[in-house]
């Protein structure tokens, strides 16, 4: 059964960085989509940035365009999110998820068959 651990979350300055890591045990990411999505209370979950596994395809929320890069490094089973030029509204709990879905679609909203890890907290300061 596979799993997915998030870490690299934390507190920093707005026009910081961070850089995001989602581990992937028990599941390989050959053939799955893989995202980054982030909610904050009392708004709706929102995809990110998402990647097709082999890289050449990736899709991007208009408000991180330019800011934000995601990679996975898919011989470690490893995906990223390098976020740099962070802003107070990017506070939110962020989330990786993995299925086997077009890109956009799984940026759109994962479906039921969907891993997903358990979150780590962004918090930016103004």
């Known amino acids: 059964l596979g799993q997915l651990v998030e870490s690299g979350g934390g507190l920093v300055q707005a026009g910081g960085s961070l850089k995001l890591s989602c581990k992937a045990s028990g599941l390989s990411f050959v053939g799955y989509s893989m995202g980054w999505f982030r909610q904050t209370p009392g708004k709706e979950r929102e995809g990110v940035a998402c990647?097709?596994?082999?890289?050449?395809?990736?899709f991007y929320v208009d408000s991180v365009k330019g800011r934000f890069t995601i990679s996975s490094d898919n011989a470690n089973n490893t995906l990223y999110l390098q976020m740099d030029s962070l802003k107070p509204e990017d506070t939110a709990m962020y989330y990786c998820a993995v299925e086997k879905q077009w890109v956009v679609d799984l940026c759109s909203g994962p479906g039921s068959r969907a891993y997903w890890g358990q979150g780590t907290q962004v918090t930016v300061s103004s």
């Open positions: 990647i097709n596994w082999s890289g050449g395809r990736t």
